[in-house]
Nanobody
Framework: QEQLVESGGGLVQAGGSLRLSCVAS???????MGWFRQAPGKEREFVAT???????????DYADSVKGRFTASRDDAKNTLYLQMSSLKPEDTAVYYC????????????????????WGQGTQVTVSS
């Protein structure tokens, strides 16, 4: 059973930055991992995902709403996924969750909640205007 623990959330002013971390209990090497978020009264939505491109290279894909502002990265040696968030907006306020896909993967980007098998408990990000 994989366990994921997020950290790094907090209160920040609009235009500011935060870096979220997600530490896994086991190796994450080659597994697709992603970030989702859920604002009050809304569905959990896709934010970013990473996929293995071979060797130590990973690609990333993003929701249009965060493209150019957020960067997902990972350090497999530390079993850690990151989300660097810049130019934050009040509409980015949400609980942010990391997720890992443990099933066989076809080298694709995965954007749906149903694509992932393990989830963290979430970390709150609040952006004030």
């Amino acid at each position: 059973q994989e366990q994921l623990v997020e950290s790094g959330g907090g209160l920040v002013q609009a235009g500011g930055s935060l870096r979220l971390s997600c530490v896994a209990s086991r190796s994450i090497a080659t597994y697709p991992m992603g970030w989702f978020r859920q604002a009050p009264g809304k569905e959990r939505e896709f934010v970013a995902t990473t996929k293995w491109n071979g060797g130590s290279v990973y690609g990333a894909d993003y929701a249009d709403s965060v493209k150019g502002r957020f960067t997902a990265s990972r350090d497999d040696a530390k079993n850690t996924l990151y989300l660097q968030m810049s130019s934050l907006k009040p509409e980015d306020t949400a609980v942010y969750y990391c997720a890992l896909r443990g099933r066989a993967s076809g080298g694709n980007y995965y954007h749906s909640r149903a694509d992932y098998d393990y989830w963290g408990q979430g970390t709150q990000v609040t952006v004030s205007s």
